[in-house]
């Protein structure tokens, strides 16, 4: 379900809910659509009809997402995130403004899940015993090698 509203830009779209998994479900206010210009397939098509989205998604103003989940979707959606706290998603890959619009909120939902998945803590190890010597005996070896190396000295 589409609803038509004004935005600043031309004609924006507010879109219907967008559910990532069990918990939690983007509400359809924070989710707007603007339909632009495709480029690529078409044919006289492409230059009458906007094929093209562009998702808008309010990631920053979220209430559905916590705090940590919000830092982690700012690191992986890089350049798509904005300085007002938005991501932008655009697809213009097919011919059809709908395939382009599920493509498009796949790939919003696909981020987002990504960003629920918390990065494992890294535990630091203490290197073995067998390891340390084997690489102290190796920096004897060595040494030994390049101490040799140098001027020849005569001692009579």
Known sequence: MVFA???AGGMGYIC????INDTITIADWELTE??????????????????GVELRFEAARSPALPGPVKSRLRRLAGRRWTKDG?????????????RN??????????????ALV?????IATK??????ERRIA????????????GAVRDDD
């Open 101 to 114: 619009r599920d493509i498009a909120r796949d790939r919003l939902a696909d981020l987002i899940r990504k």
């Open 5 to 7: 509203r004004a935005s």
């Open 34 to 51: 603007q339909f632009i210009r495709a480029s690529g397939p078409g044919g006289q098509n492409v230059n009458k009809v906007s094929t």
């Open 127 to 132: 290197p073995t015993r067998g390891s340390v």
């Open 16 to 19: 219907a809910m967008l559910r």
């Open 138 to 149: 190796a920096k004897k070896s060595r040494s030994t090698v390049k101490s040799l190396r």
């Open 118 to 122: 918390a990065p494992k803590r890294r």
């Open 86 to 98: 938005a991501i932008i998603i655009q697809c213009d890959e097919t011919r059809s403004q709908a």
